[in-house]
């Protein structure tokens, strides 16, 4: 089955030294690849910060508004996605368990 | 046999075989056909048959494998009907067949494994807790949901509603059909356990003027324990909660009087008590201590030992009963705990050491009428009767509980 895995910055990060901040993404690429090469992970992306965004939103006449910023105002903050392919919600939950930093992450399946 | 009778027979007969029969089949065959309304329809329409068979022919010798053949034909018929199926029917045939040959291995209609699949399932830690309790009392306990409102005092439509979401969720989320692997099994355990252990504190804290599928929530907890006992029969938190409620049920006629009032532990008439089933409970918790692997539900099965078998409430040994909620607390810091261990302590220190080992725990039980209750009680026995009116005030306005509302009126109407 195929799963989202939103990745959110849940405001439990430590500021870290640029040392720390430099291991710490050292770990998250080498997990990234291995369940990639693994064919766990179809793709994904780490995403710019919120202040980044731009929301469209289209009414029912076919009228667009854009503004500026997230559409949700939320603590914790989508920073990256991924796409992954696993057997079922327990392989999906404990692959979500590894993610090496401390983050919240909403798993949705897939429809196919 | 007159019909009257023979229909009673059949009745009781019926029902144990219901209750022990049903989830297995239900297991089964969500098991082979993936689907769990498919399933539970099957295995009803089969418990259909047996009520306009059994009360006419008599009770077959194996009541399990008459309703396994009766299900597992009415599964080919169906499957042959549905579109859905053509592509794996031969194989789920195979599978259907399969359920037979293993009765005659295990003596049963089928091997265990299948109903520890649907508990696990059912408890999912993706399913909202409100989810896990309905849908493990409907689908393992096998109760109806009309039942299961009642139990837990909410509309039946609420009930449903649960337990199609929660189907809805395991088929669109993934959710796996399987007993957990050994390294997630710890976690996963101790989910299933509180799932039942919730059922059970429902029926438990029930009085005795409710409805009565809120009171037998505490035996349908009970029974489903002892299943899950006799599946993993190496789990010692499984024996420690299987012998926690049994230590409850032992005692349970002694807790309301003939009119319905509520009894504590000190007033309890020790004579009530079943204790043969206290010295089985015992037992089974002595196993559990055995198999050296502690955790907090042998320890409060271990409590509640030292109560039912203290020869009466002054005799009870409050210095090991202080001592066990200490261990607990160490497991679990419950302020609830910390409460029953302050408890504890005024028996065996006295009033005055236990309010003040309840005093820092105000501010998380503040809205909590057993807090009240217990300061209440320790501030009489000091003396300080005007405080502890105040105080079982508080306690009253907190509980819905009608019996506690009655217990705690009348000590207020008395002073």
């Not at chain 1, 090469?37 to 076919?62: C, F, K, S």
């Not at chain 2, 189907?167 to 399987?178: F, L, Q, T, V």
């Not at chain 2, 000190?266 to 089985?280: F, K, M, N, S």
């Not at chain 2, 065996?348 to 005093?359: F, I, K, S």
């Given at each position: ?112 | ?14 029902a144990a075989t219901v209750r022990e029969e049903r989830g297995r089949l239900v297991a089964?065959?969500v ?9 539970e329809?099957?295995v ?64 049963g209609?089928m091997?265990s494994d299948d109903r520890l699949r649907l508990l696990f399932t059912c408890c999912h830690?993706?399913l909202?807790l409100e989810a896990q309790v309905a849908l493990t009392l409907r689908t393992v306990a096998g109760l109806e949901t009309?039942a299961v409102?009642?139990a837990f ?6 009930v449903?509603?649960?337990i199609?979401?929660a ?12 007993v957990p ?7 996963r355990l101790a989910g299933v356990l509180s799932v039942l252990y919730l059922v059970f504190n429902e029926g438990y804290?029930a ?6 599928e809120r009171r037998e929530l505490c035996t349908d907890a009970a029974w489903l324990a002892s299943l899950l006992a006799r599946l993993m029969p190496?789990e010692p938190e499984v024996l420690g909660l299987l012998a926690l409620m049994r230590l409850h049920l032992?005692?349970a ?28 409970a015992?037992?089974l918790?002595?196993?559990s ?8 539900y042998?320890?409060q099965a ?114």
């Open positions: 089955m195929r799963y989202m895995m939103l990745i959110c910055d849940n405001g439990a990060w430590e500021p870290l030294s640029e040392e720390e901040n430099r291991a710490l993404y050292g770990r998250i690429a080498s997990w990234w690849d291995e369940h990639r090469q693994a064919g766990r992970i179809v793709e994904g992306h780490q995403l710019q910060p919120p202040d980044t965004a731009t929301t469209v939103r289209r009414a029912p006449d076919g009228n667009v508004t854009v503004t500026d910023g997230p559409f949700l105002e939320a603590k914790e903050v989508v920073g990256g996605y991924g796409i992954i392919d696993v057997a079922d919600l327990d392989a999906a939950i404990a692959l979500a368990s590894g993610w090496p930093a401390p983050d919240t992450i909403e798993i949705r399946p897939v429809i196919e | 046999m007159a019909p009257a009778s023979r229909r009673r027979e059949v009745d009781a007969r019926l089964s065959l098991r082979i056909l993936g689907d769990w309304d498919v399933a329809e099957l009803q329409e089969a418990l259909v048959a047996a009520l306009q068979t059994w009360p006419r022919d008599g009770l077959p010798e194996r009541p399990g494998a008459w309703l396994l053949t009766v299900a597992r034909r009415r599964a080919l018929d169906r499957l042959r009907r549905d579109a859905r199926y053509r592509d794996r029917l031969a194989q789920i045939g195979d599978e259907l067949q399969l359920m037979d040959t293993r009765a005659d291995e295990t003596g209609p091997g830690p993706a909202s009309p409102a009642r005092l909410v509309p039946e439509a609420t449903a509603q649960r199609v979401r189907k809805r969720k395991i088929r669109d989320a993934g959710i796996p059909y399987r692997e050994p390294a997630e099994l710890p976690g804290l009085s005795s003027g409710e409805a009565p190496d032992a005692r006629d002694a807790r309301f009087a003939a009119d319905g009032a509520l009894v504590l532990l000190p007033g309890q008439d020790r004579g009530l008590w079943d204790h043969a089933e206290i010295a089985r015992v037992e918790l002595e196993r201590l055995r198999m050296d692997r502690p955790g907090p042998q320890v271990a409590i509640l030992a030292c109560h039912a078998t203290a020869a009466s409430y002054a005799e009870t040994d409050w210095g090991e009963v202080v001592a066990l909620y200490d261990r607990l607390l160490q497991m679990t810091d419950s302020p609830i705990v910390a409460l029953n261990r302050a408890l504890a302590l005024a028996e065996r220190d006295g009033a005055q050491p236990a309010l003040e080992a309840l005093e820092p725990l105000e501010w998380r039980l503040a809205g909590y009428h057993l807090y009240h209750a217990s300061r209440a009680m320790l501030l009489r026995r000091l003396g300080r009767l005007d405080e502890a009116t105040d105080a079982d005030r508080r306690a009253l306005a907190r509980t819905d509980n009608p019996a506690e509302q009655r217990l705690l009126a009348e000590r207020l109407a008395s002073r």
